[in-house]
T-cell receptor
C-alpha cells in the first residue's frame, strides 16, 4: 500500500524567503503527484499536478519536481508571502485513489 | 461556477443515530469520492464511485455506506455513528482529460459523534 510522508510537519519562515517542502512516497507506480493547499477550516485547492512522465511543473512562484525512481517530490515556493501561510499536502495518485501525506503547515512571518 | 457542495457543514450527533452527509457536484464528473481527515493521519479515502451505480471501497470503508443514483450526487451514510467517526469529511469529484487530472474538493463537513 502506498505511503506518503511529508517533512517537515511545520515550518516558519520570514517573508521573502525561498523554501522547499518535501514529499516522499513508497510505491513509484503512480499516475501523477499532486500538491494541494488547505487553509484552516477550508477544503483543498489544487496547486500543481505532475504527470508520472514529467519532471516538474511551474505555476507562478511555485515549482514542483518529481523523481519517481527515488520516490520524491518537492514543492519550491519563491519569495514567500504571508498569504502563503497554509497547510500544503502532497498526494500520490493511483488508479482509483489519492494517497495523501499528512501535510506541512507553513507560516510566513511578515 | 464549478463547485462541490456538502451539507451540512457542521454536525453534532449521538452514537447510533443514523445520518447522511450530502455531496453534489455541477461539473458532470463521473468520478467522485469521500475522504476523512484526522490529525496525524492525513486524508484517507472512504469510498469512491467511478460512475452512476458503480461504487467501491477505499482505505477506511468500515461503518460507512454510499450510493450513486445520479451522476451529480454522492451521499455518505453513517447507519450507526460511533465516536471514532468524529472527523472532518471531504467529498471530491475528479476530472481526467488527457494530461489533466484535477480533483475538486468540497468545503468539508465537521462531524462530532458523542
Amino acid at each position: 500500500k502506498q505511503e506518503v510522508t511529508q517533512i517537515p510537519a511545520a515550518l516558519s519562515v520570514p517573508e521573502g524567503e525561498n523554501l522547499v517542502l518535501n514529499c516522499s512516497f513508497t510505491d513509484s507506480a503512480i499516475y501523477n503527484l499532486q500538491w494541494f493547499r488547505q487553509d484552516p477550516g477550508k477544503g483543498l485547492t489544487s496547486l500543481l499536478l505532475i504527470q508520472s512522465s514529467q519532471r516538474e511543473q511551474t505555476s507562478g512562484r511555485l515549482n514542483a519536481s518529481l523523481d519517481k525512481s527515488s520516490g520524491r517530490s518537492t514543492l519550491y515556493i519563491a519569495a514567500s508571502q504571508p498569504g502563503d501561510s497554509a497547510t500544503y499536502l502532497c498526494a500520490a495518485t493511483g488508479a482509483n485513489n489519492l494517497f495523501f501525506g499528512t501535510g506541512t503547515r507553513l507560516t510566513v512571518i511578515p | 461556477e464549478a463547485q462541490v457542495t456538502q451539507n451540512p457543514r457542521y454536525l453534532i450527533t449521538v452514537t447510533g443515530k443514523k445520518l447522511t452527509v450530502t455531496c453534489s457536484q455541477n461539473m458532470n464528473h463521473e468520478y467522485m469520492s469521500w475522504y476523512r481527515q484526522d490529525p496525524g493521519l492525513g486524508l484517507r479515502q472512504i469510498y469512491y464511485s467511478m460512475n452512476v451505480e458503480v461504487t467501491d471501497k477505499g482505505d477506511v470503508p468500515e461503518g460507512y455506506k454510499v450510493s450513486r443514483k445520479e451522476k451529480r450526487n454522492f451521499p455518505l451514510i453513517l447507519e450507526s455513528p460511533s465516536p471514532n467517526q468524529t472527523s472532518l469529511y471531504f467529498c471530491a469529484s475528479r476530472r481526467t482529460s488527457g494530461t489533466t487530472d484535477t480533483q475538486y474538493f468540497g468545503p468539508g463537513t465537521r462531524l462530532t459523534v458523542l
